[in-house]
């Protein structure tokens, strides 16, 4: 079994001084570390393929944020995995792990679902230690806060517009960057 998050999702929040950490480790890794694209596979939409390197931080958005960091940071060190109900797949080792599809594991529109195994090399057939899961802003700041504001946006735009938007906002408002708690789903939410 794995220790689930505590701090209800509504109270956990980023700081702006968070995003521009999340903005420098984007500029600093997103080349070295190669992410990538990841896109449902045509001929079998029940797999996902990285289709091809992000090498430019500019264009990289919370799609290739949370495939590439959040998911398999986020993710337990590892969970038992049974019999043939659960393959790993050549195009979907992800990144620090691998992803595996429980059979019978959807979504509310019947799609497979993966599961990210962080720490495991393929075919691994290690005993995992339960662990923790939760979100990234639980990993920044693991204690309840209560947001300022509430911040909706679009996956697809870049994150590090996002985080000028969000330094302008500052800027605007005259608010004080490490004090400002913002909700953002991306970082909420639990990815995994």
Same mark, same amino acid.
């Given at each position: 079994?794995? #220790?689930?998050?505590?701090?209800? +999702? $509504? !109270?956990?929040?980023?700081?702006? &001084?968070?995003?521009?950490?999340?903005?420098?480790?984007?500029?600093?890794?997103?080349?070295?570390?190669?992410?990538?694209?990841?896109?449902?596979?045509?001929?079998?939409?029940?797999?996902?393929?990285?289709?091809?390197?992000?090498?430019?931080?500019?264009?990289?958005?919370?799609?290739?944020?949370?495939?590439?960091?959040?998911?398999?940071?986020?993710?337990?060190?590892?969970?038992?995995?049974?019999? #043939?109900?659960?393959?790993?797949? +050549? $195009? !979907?080792?992800?990144?620090?792990? &691998?992803?595996?599809?429980?059979?019978?594991?959807?979504?509310?529109?019947?799609?497979?679902?993966?599961?990210?195994?962080?720490?495991?090399?393929?075919?691994?057939?290690?005993?995992?230690?339960?662990?923790?899961?939760?979100?990234?802003?639980?990993?920044?700041?693991?204690?309840?806060?209560?947001?300022?504001?509430?911040?909706?946006?679009?996956?697809?735009?870049?994150?590090?517009?996002?985080?000028?938007?969000?330094?302008?906002?500052?800027?605007? !408002?005259?608010?004080?960057?490490?004090?400002?708690?913002?909700?953002?789903?991306?970082?909420?939410?639990?990815?995994?």
């Amino acid at each position: 079994s794995r #220790e689930f998050s505590k701090i209800p +999702t $509504e !109270f956990r929040c980023v700081t702006l &001084v968070d995003l521009m950490r999340i903005a420098e480790l984007i500029q600093t890794k997103c080349v070295e570390c190669k992410w990538v694209d990841a896109r449902e596979c045509q001929d079998r939409p029940d797999i996902m393929v990285d289709k091809e390197t992000v090498s430019d931080p500019s264009k990289i958005n919370l799609y290739h944020f949370v495939y590439n960091v959040v998911a398999p940071v986020t993710a337990p060190l590892g969970h038992e995995v049974v019999g #043939e109900e659960a393959q790993p797949e +050549t $195009e !979907f080792l992800a990144p620090g792990g &691998v992803a595996y599809r429980a059979s019978g594991d959807t979504d509310q529109s019947n799609r497979p679902r993966w599961r990210y195994v962080r720490g495991a090399a393929r075919g691994s057939s290690a005993d995992f230690r339960p662990t923790f899961t939760g979100s990234l802003s639980e990993m920044l700041c693991n204690k309840k806060r209560t947001p300022d504001w509430f911040v909706s946006h679009w996956w697809g735009e870049a994150v590090l517009d996002f985080v000028r938007c969000l330094q302008e906002h500052c800027k605007v !408002f005259k608010l004080v960057d490490k004090d400002v708690l913002y909700w953002v789903c991306a970082y909420a939410n639990n990815r995994s």
